[in-house]
């Protein structure tokens, strides 16, 4: 069983930065596409963005160009560098693993976007 833990989530202002972090326990973090999805108050939970094992990457249309999703085999983690942040990016953050049928998540972080 894979464990995530999440980091990196605070209060910031509008048009500032945040980095998050998700460390992955287990082994079979280099196999697996690896994704950071948000829940805000009162709504569905929704994909940021996806890394793929080969590096491919996919984004909602709403974080393109203001968030990058990395990852790093060798430490088994990944990071969403968030730019440019806005109100609306204010969410419960998850990180989120999928090998095959096998779907784990992390607890969350909290990010807040003040105006």
């Known amino acids: 069983q894979v464990q995530l833990v999440e980091s990196g989530g605070g209060l910031v202002q509008a048009g500032g930065s945040l980095r998050l972090s998700c460390a992955a326990s287990?082994?079979?973090?280099?196999?697996?596409?690896m994704g950071w999805h948000r829940q805000a108050p009162g709504k569905q939970r929704e994909l940021v963005a996806t890394i793929t094992r080969f590096g491919n990457t996919n984004y909602a249309d709403s974080v393109k160009g203001r968030f990058t999703i990395s990852r790093d085999n060798a430490k088994n983690t990944i990071s969403l560098q968030m730019n440019s942040l806005k109100p609306e990016d204010t969410a419960l953050y998850y990180c989120?693993?999928?090998?095959?049928?096998?779907?784990?998540w992390g607890q969350g972080t909290q990010v807040t976007v003040s105006s």
């Open positions: 287990g082994s079979i973090f280099s196999d697996s596409t």
């Open positions: 989120n693993l999928v090998r095959g049928v096998y779907t784990s």
